[in-house]
């Protein structure tokens, strides 16, 4: 009987910690349904939908205030940085898995901790190293500071990918008369998919949600990212539509939430790559 | 080609592969491309912070220690650091313990208890301004849904974000939200893979549920624990973006962090000068921090053990 209560009791605190997780996002979500005088008068907000002015709501967002332009922006700046990220990063993890030579340590420690790195301690120097190179606003301005903040993070994580794999497998193949690049690309990159997935998956999320130097380096509406919009059409700074607000946290959002559903068991391993061995 | 000229190609190819060149091909990429993007602004900023450079000013003059002087002497600086000691202080400790229950909630294995996992990890996904406007709505004082459920159950919410006292507080709640299931995630992964046999013979030795996790699981879990206190303790501590969506630092300066003052100085008054000086008193903080840190753990792939 009182297993049978102990038993109940975990259950209902399992419920409670699913209801803390997904409640506030799933409140978002009913908030960028109403009018604005709805979000004032109905507490808590009732769930009769209307098609109307949901409609009216998103088209307000994603086309007046431009956040499906700021969405392909970021798709475009993401995709880039990822691509070029992993090409600079994968050699430089395979070298740090394999091969003992001085300094090893300290160099991949050096790497790892630029993963700490504040943000706020080197924005302005890029910005203004964008201003010189003249690739300020425009999407090669964001590209390059992206790339360099997402690797310290992806050759961590492919590290940890290619420790994985028994150095047997390099020493047969390089028997068989490879070199050390042909074993890179031919032997090891099929290998380690599930960690360029992983290493992907984080990379891109950061970028996803980066405001900071895009608040420098973009002027122009035209090369605006997603976080960079939702971060002047949301800004605590100013009171604001909470109808309009919600919908444009639900199309910030709503991108990262779908792609992280195809790749959910990449999340763990990513977040714990390192963590345990 | 001649023989003598294809041979000298390939000793020169064969060079290439040597394990002494081949690892400085492989790393001068990464290398090269941090050296550039992300050492030379770390140096770069640490000149800004001799200069007085604005960005209605054009270029800085150098003025030496003056920035430094000035922070020292700027109450607002001291109450950046000591806003960033409590945000972070607080945050680990709640975060931590928390993590650490949730990781041995899950370890009984319920039924659906998958799909609560899966549903903790969002959190961590959303982009931090979103988090704030979503919290800021959720404690709305006049029509926020929490505040209607305190008010349900016959209680006076908190003024969350009007008063200097609660601000703070009501930071670390939401940055808690967002990232207590990290602790969790790397926690459970970690009791995940640690084998059976040792709780059940601490079982069979007849050791009491509290004692076998205070003398067999903690101990097992320390790794991990650290490693991920480690990752927390430094994001919270660069962390702007939550602010810059729950309250701007506000109100009246008592969520404005050490990295929300660089921000504030930087992109809003546009002091590229002095914001660096800023920036450069965090590194600060933060080498200390690891080099007294590196005296406990290792951090590195594989090296967590």
Known sequence: MKRKIGRAFAYLVLIMLGLAGIAPIVYLGVLSTKKRIEILAQVPPTLDFKWARITKNYNEVLFSQGMLEFTVNSIIVVGATTVLVLVIATPAAYAFSRFRFRGNENLAFTILSMRFMPPVAIAIPLFLMMQWVGTHDSYLGLILPYIAFSLPLVVWIMIGFFDEIPQEIDDAAIMDGCTRFEVLWRVMLPMVRPGLVTASLFGAIFIWNEFLVALYVIDSREFQTIALGAATLVSAQRPIDWNIAAAVGVVTVVPILIFSLFVQRYIVRGLTAGAVK | ?305
């Not at chain 2, 041995?104 to 979103?130: C, D, E, K, S, Y």
């Not at chain 2, 004082?141 to 908190?158: R, S």
């Not at chain 2, 000086?277 to 080099?291: F, H, K, R």
Request: proline share 6%; with cysteine; aromatic share 14%.
């Open chain 2, 1 to 305: 080609m001649t023989p003598a000229s294809r041979e000298r190609l390939g000793t020169k190819l064969g060079k290439l592969d040597r394990p002494g060149t081949v690892v400085w091909l492989l790393l001068a990429p990464t290398l090269l491309y941090l050296a550039a993007f992300a050492i030379f602004p770390l140096f770069y900023s640490l000149r800004l912070s001799f200069t007085d450079l604005t960005a209605a000013a054009g270029t800085g003059d150098w003025v030496g220690l003056r920035n430094y002087g000035d922070l020292l002497r700027d109450p607002h600086f001291w109450n950046a650091t000591k806003n960033s000691a409590v945000m972070v202080s607080a945050s680990l400790a709640i975060q931590v313990v928390l993590g650490v229950a949730l990781a041995m909630f899950f370890n009984l294995q319920l039924r659906g208890a998958w799909l609560v996992r899966g549903i903790l990890v969002l959190p961590m996904l959303i982009t931090p301004i979103v988090v704030g406007v979503m919290w800021r709505a959720l404690l709305n004082p006049d029509w926020g849904l929490i505040n209607w459920c305190i008010a349900a159950v016959g209680l006076e919410p908190p003024n969350w974000f009007g008063s200097i006292e609660m601000a703070m507080p009501t930071l670390i709640l939401v940055e808690s939200w967002q990232w207590t299931p990290f602790v969790f995630i790397i926690v459970y992964a970690r009791l995940q893979a640690l084998p059976q046999e040792v709780f059940e013979a601490a079982i069979v030795d007849g050791a009491k549920p509290l004692a076998t996790f205070r003398f067999v699981t903690l101990p097992l879990l320390m790794p991990a624990i650290i490693f991920a206190a480690v990752f927390r303790a430094v994001d919270s501590f660069r962390s702007f973006d939550l602010i810059f969506g729950l309250s701007y630092g506000g109100p009246a300066r008592s969520t404005t962090t050490l990295s929300f003052f660089s921000f504030q100085n930087g992109f809003q008054w546009q002091n590229y000068g002095y914001a660096a000086a800023v920036s450069y008193m965090m590194l600060l903080i933060l080498a200390v921090g690891t080099i007294v840190l590196l005296r406990f753990v290792q951090i590195r792939p594989g090296y967590a053990k």
